[in-house]
């Protein structure tokens, strides 16, 4: 196979600025905030800043997982929708210097961002414009990409439009018709609540191996006992990664549990936690690694990239992870 995992997902980039109070009250944002704002609001914000000092980062939770495997020596790819503007060409340069194959197709319009100010109290207010992202479309895949990967791993927030929606389906047909294995993250908890009966047929149809908290999978299954959530799930999954925070996570495969113990450390911000918890198990698991030896690997990453601002390892991620590679 030419890939490893190839997801699909929502591409936006985080675009930072360093603001003062005067400036969130000119705006009118409240501090700490997260806004899915418009076009015209997006742009209102970036003309403001215009004249601060800006940094970008790749985001997107799906492309966040891609990033890792990549760091961690897997072969990644990335679908996706940008606009054609200057930071579709800046996400799709950070992605190709991280090392994954770009499948991004790009639109007239803009690209989906989230600007993030930060105050001198170190709060940050996000404001999301999806952009081109919910333009994402069939004609969008790459069919051979697809079919060259052992996964497809699809991110749930994709079901929020119906473009999207019918892309993805597209995607897992072909992926299914190829005898490549799917993997979907439930993502959060409110998508698990926009989206549950879409889910469900997910699970039953085309899923191998679904990503879920404690949360996500209480409201998938109607039950808060951890157990009985597995065993709901297995009823349509035969492959379960559900994760319980600072209590670890429990792996369900072919009839079999495994507990994973999680890495005590001292969370700084929990950004990325479940995209580098899925990279880790998804890098290897497509390795022929046993739950209890992918979990424990995913367990590491998700523990290193919470202990740290941003959902990103600056330097060799490989290395620091290394007692967990085989």
Known sequence: MKFDVLGLGNPLIDVFFNVDDSFM?????????MNLVDVNRQNEILIKSAHLKKTTALGGSCANTMAMISQLGGKSAYGGKLG????????ENQLRNLGVTSFLKKQSGATGSTIILVTPDAERTMNTHLGMCVNFAETDLDKKGIENSQYVYVEGYLWDTPTQKKAVTAALEIAKSAGCKISLSLSDSFCVERHKQDFQKLLDNYVDL???NETEAEIMTD?????RQIEILSNSVDHIVLTMGKKGSKIYLNGEISDIKPFIVDAIDTTGAGDSYAAGYLFGTTRGYTPEQAGLLASRCSATIVSQLGPRYDGDFRSLVSDYII
């Open 25 to 33: 009250e000119d705006l009118k944002l409240e501090k700490g905030s």
């Open 84 to 91: 054609e503007d200057e930071l579709g060409t800046d996400y």
């Open 210 to 212: 679904v990503f879920c």
């Open 223 to 227: 039950s808060s006992e951890i157990n």
